[in-house]
C-alpha cells in the first residue's frame, strides 16, 4: 500500500507565510546591483557556461561596447573553475583553462582590448570574489 503524501497544516501555513514575504527575493537574472551601479557607470557580464573561444570573443565585445558608451567599470563573473573537466585531461593545464585565469591573459594580449583596460583585478568579495574580475577601462572621450 503506497502512502499518501500529504501536507502537515503547519507545514502550509509557514510555507504561505514564507511566500508572503518573498517581495525582497530577486530573480537570478535580475541584475540586483542595476540601480546602485548604474550611476557608478558600472556593466556586469556573467560567463557561465562558454567554452574558452566563446568567453573571449563574448569578452572583447562586452569590454569594446562598454567603452564605446563611456562605462568604466566591468563585472566579469568567471566562476572559480571548480568544475573545470580540464583535470580530466593530462595535455591541458587546469590553471590556463579556466577563465579566471584565460580571460586576463586574453586581454593582455589583444590589442584592442590592452589599450582601453587600466587595471583587472579579483572582485571585491560582496561582488563574486574569486569568481569574478573588476575591470577598469580609460575613460572615452566621445
Known amino acids: 500500500m503506497?502512502?499518501?503524501?500529504?501536507?502537515?497544516?503547519?507545514?502550509?501555513?509557514?510555507?504561505?507565510?514564507?511566500?508572503?514575504?518573498?517581495?525582497?527575493?530577486?530573480?537570478?537574472e535580475e541584475d540586483k546591483y542595476k540601480t546602485n551601479h548604474q550611476e557608478r557607470n558600472f556593466k556586469k557580464l556573467d560567463l557561465h557556461g562558454y567554452s574558452l573561444s566563446e568567453a573571449n570573443k563574448i569578452t572583447k565585445n562586452f569590454i569594446l561596447d562598454s567603452f564605446n558608451i563611456g562605462i568604466r567599470e566591468l563585472l566579469i563573473i568567471t566562476g572559480k573553475g571548480a568544475r573545470s573537466k580540464s583535470s580530466k585531461d593530462p595535455y591541458i593545464s587546469e590553471k590556463l583553462s579556466v577563465l579566471k585565469y584565460s580571460i586576463p591573459?586574453?586581454?593582455?594580449?589583444?590589442?584592442?582590448?590592452?589599450?582601453?583596460?587600466?587595471?583587472?583585478?579579483?572582485?571585491?568579495?560582496?561582488?563574486?570574489?574569486?569568481?569574478?574580475?573588476?575591470?577598469?577601462?580609460?575613460?572615452?572621450?566621445?
Not at 499518501?4 to 518573498?22: A, I, L
Not at 584592442?112 to 570574489?129: P, Q, R, S
Open 105 to 142: 591573459e586574453y586581454i593582455s594580449r589583444d590589442d584592442d582590448l590592452k589599450n582601453i583596460v587600466i587595471k583587472i583585478k579579483e572582485a571585491d568579495f560582496n561582488k563574486g570574489g574569486e569568481g569574478a574580475l573588476s575591470i577598469f577601462l580609460k575613460k572615452n572621450s566621445l
Open 2 to 28: 503506497k502512502k499518501k503524501n500529504t501536507t502537515h497544516p503547519q507545514d502550509k501555513k509557514d510555507w504561505e507565510h514564507f511566500v508572503s514575504k518573498m517581495d525582497g527575493v530577486f530573480e537570478k
